[in-house]
């Protein structure tokens, strides 16, 4: 009875994704069209359930109500072919949807598939990082997550701080990342373009603001993106954005316009002091924040970032980007002369 409409829903998934009503995101990995498939057969069954449930409840409601008079209706004690068949084919439907949804999670929480390209994961109020190794063996880092079509990746993710959790809805995939500990997730991309990724699990005041991008690259856009290994200062700002502005717009911390060289009074020891903000000043509030607090938000909260999150070239850079200060997204750190320069320019 149900062969007919559960081949169809199947046969028909493509049309379903791109027209349904649900209007679920385009499916850009090789999971997504499995997870598909599964949530249309699934949806079908509990809408056939759920409309011959209701469907007949009315019908006896209608057809059994009370007459007038004291007419009785015949007292039904047992039905044994339909009792035994409403136990055994939901029995046997919510296996086959266990084992299905069992056989996905394993192939996407398990063991990395073979050739599969390595990238880390850190999540950290509230920005994600994304690290990976080049072809040419160096470390390409950045916030935005760069994967190869058609080549298979896993996520080995860890958290920072608190715990986090990693969505990105065209690849139907979802993943915990939690302190102290490494997850992981499967990924095979098999569509370009650029899609959603969130944190879905609260994880502070600034959680809405930690989003990020997938990229899925061709194999020659994506060779020569992992030859991009300039630090750039705008993304290590992606990881200050949530408490730190550019425009002067009120945020956790203080903003970063007209910062360099500007006077301020700082709490050191419970003591108000007045001091310059330079290059000593900023350095000391990455690594050891708590050290001299702004004496506007003395409650403190800012996370340090020590040399394994944020490294010597890395922090130099963005004490240059501050000093510039126009904030210019095509400044790159040129390790050689140790200055800012603009991209494409030498």
């Not at 990395?112 to 690290?131: C, H, L, M, S």
């Not at 997730?185 to 502070?204: F, Q, S």
């Not at 310059?276 to 607090?293: F, G, H, Q, W």
Request: aromatic letters at 12%; glycine letters at 6%; proline letters at 6%.
């Amino acid at each position: 009875m149900l062969e007919l409409p559960l081949r169809f829903f199947a046969e028909n998934i493509d049309e379903f994704s791109n027209n349904d009503p649900l209007r679920l995101p385009v499916k850009a990995s090789e999971y997504a069209t499995e997870v598909d498939h599964t949530f249309y057969v699934e949806y079908g069954i509990c809408a056939f359930f759920g409309l011959l449930i209701y469907g007949l409840t009315a019908f006896y409601c209608l057809k059994y109500r009370r007459r007038k008079g004291n007419e009785l209706p015949p007292h039904i004690r047992h039905n044994y072919p339909l009792e035994i068949f409403w136990t055994i084919v939901p029995t046997v439907i919510c296996f086959w949807m266990f084992f299905v949804g069992a056989g996905g999670y394993l192939t996407v929480m398990g063991a990395a598939p073979k050739d599969a390209r390595i990238v880390n994961v850190y999540g950290k109020q509230w920005f994600w990082e994304f690290t990976q190794a080049t072809p040419a063996g160096a470390t390409h880092k950045s916030d935005v997550l760069y994967l190869e079509v058609n080549k298979p990746v896993q996520l080995r993710m860890i958290s920072r701080d608190v715990l986090h959790s990693l969505y990105m809805p065209s690849m139907r995939e979802k993943m915990d990342v939690i302190p102290n500990r490494y997850t992981t997730m499967n990924v095979m991309p098999i569509r370009e373009g650029t899609y959603d990724l969130y944190c879905t699990e609260y994880c502070g005041d600034q959680h809405s603001g930690m989003i990020s991008k997938v990229k899925v690259l061709s194999t020659p856009d994506y060779l020569k993106e992992m030859e991009n290994v300039q630090i750039k200062p705008a993304q290590l700002y992606a990881k200050c954005a949530a408490c730190h502005d550019l425009e002067n717009q009120p945020k956790a911390g203080p903003s970063w316009k007209g910062l360099w060289g500007k006077s301020r009074a700082i709490l050191e020891g419970g003591v108000e002091k007045q001091i310059t903000v330079d290059e000593a000043y900023i350095r000391e509030s990455v690594r050891d924040p708590n050290v001299k607090m702004v004496k506007e938000t003395p409650q403190g909260g800012m996370i340090a970032f020590p040399e394994d999150q944020l490294t010597e070239q890395e922090l130099h850079a963005l004490v240059l980007w501050i000093k510039e200060g126009s904030y210019d997204k095509d400044f790159v750190y040129d390790e050689k002369t140790k200055t800012l320069v603009k991209e494409g320019k030498e």
